[in-house]
Nanobody, 122 residues
């Protein structure tokens, strides 16, 4: 059974940085597509960034230039470096994975972590 465990969330002031990690365990091979999603209170879950084993990367427009996704295939671990954080980045951040090309629909991601809270104060 594949398990995803996120870590690295916390509270920071606007302009600060955080680095999220997502460790995948129980998979026979490195998960081909892994991504970060977030959900703020009262809002729908949205995609933040994703990356495949071969490097194909996606970023939401709202985080381009501020967030960087990286993937350690050997460790089956995904990272999200978040710089220049804004109050609107406040949300629960989730890691998700699927063992094929990154799907366009959030619901097509198979494996999900429990989430890590990111709070950015102004």
């Amino acid at each position: 059974q594949v398990q995803l465990v996120e870590s690295g969330g916390g509270s920071v002031q606007a302009g600060g940085s955080l680095r999220l990690s997502c460790a995948a365990s129980g998979a026979r091979y490195s998960m081909y597509c892994m991504g970060w999603f977030r959900q703020a209170p009262g809002k729908e879950r949205e995609g933040v960034a994703s990356k495949t084993t071969y490097g194909t990367t996606f970023y939401a427009d709202s985080v381009k230039g501020r967030f960087t996704i990286s993937k350690d295939n050997a460790k089956n671990t995904l990272y999200l470096q978040m710089n220049s954080l804004k109050p609107e980045d406040t949300a629960m951040y989730y890691c998700a994975a699927v063992n094929r090309n990154c799907p366009s629909r959030i619901s097509d991601f198979i494996y999900w972590g429990q989430g890590t809270q990111v709070t950015v104060s102004s």
